[in-house]
């Protein structure tokens, strides 16, 4: 059963543009939340996504925003890029609604914002 | 705010050796995880603790959760240097089980 799946891996922008990053869950889970991680300031929530709803969202500014397909796969987005968004962009699938036993993580995107 | 707290930040140890990492949490959660990062790595889930007293074991690492006194451990036996990763605690709210509220992490390097 292939895992958590997102792309790009790797991601390098400069501060003003935007960028759109992707991840598949794993098959038959409809649950995915999104994470940021910094040396600063940790593992944090961004919002999860069930059945294409938003049902959770952490404390992030509206720069931030995701949407979920029918087939469960989901992107985030970040507009007006700037430096501290500098981060490495996890997402995670259950099979949901929400964590329920445990969250299966992707690989990540790391971006750099220039 | 829940807050979740982890000591010691950085971990040093012998391989051989026996140590404990720590999680504290500041207000009630029903469910208490542990994962694994290696270094431009991804997550990987250790251990799910659902109820008070709760104890699991997987190779040289034991976990156990005191909601009473809302504090996991995390104890490693005999280490070796593949167990050398940063440790990560998680709690969810009693109320919202959709998001995980991580602590600050546990890097561990265990050396010959």
């Known amino acids: 059963k292939a895992g958590v799946t997102q792309t790009p891996r790797y991601l390098i922008k400069t501060r003003g543009q935007q960028v759109t990053l992707s991840c598949s869950p794993i098959?038959?889970?409809?649950?995915v939340s999104w994470y940021q991680q910094t040396p600063g300031q940790g593992l944090q929530f961004l919002f999860e996504?069930?059945?294409?709803?938003?049902?959770n969202k952490g404390n992030f500014p509206g720069r931030f925003s995701g949407r979920q397909f029918s087939n469960s796969r989901s992107e985030m987005n970040v507009s007006t890029l700037e430096l501290g968004d500098s981060a490495l962009y996890l997402c995670?699938?259950?099979?949901?609604?929400?964590?329920?036993?445990?969250?299966?993580f992707g690989p990540g995107t790391r971006l750099l914002v220039l | 705010e829940l807050k979740v707290e982890q000591n010691p930040l950085f971990l040093s140890m012998q391989e051989g050796k026996n140590y404990t990492i720590y999680c504290n949490y500041s207000?009630?959660?029903?469910?208490l995880y542990w994962y694994r990062q290696d270094p431009g790595k991804s997550l990987e889930s250790l251990f799910v603790?659902?109820?008070?007293?709760a104890v699991k074991q997987e190779g040289r690492l034991m976990a156990s959760l005191d909601t009473k006194a809302r504090l996991s451990t995390l104890h490693i036996t005999a280490a070796v240097h593949d167990l050398s990763a940063t440790y990560f605690c998680?709690?969810?709210?009693?109320?919202?089980?959709?998001?995980?509220?991580f602590g600050t992490g546990t890097r561990l390097q265990v050396f010959p």
């Open positions: 995670a699938s259950s099979p949901g609604p929400g964590i329920q036993e445990t969250q299966y």
């Open positions: 098959s038959g889970h409809r649950s």
């Open positions: 996504y069930f059945s294409e709803t938003q049902r």
């Open positions: 207000t009630t959660s029903d469910r």
């Open positions: 603790l659902l109820s008070n007293g």
């Open positions: 998680a709690v969810t709210r009693s109320y919202n089980t959709d998001k995980l509220i």
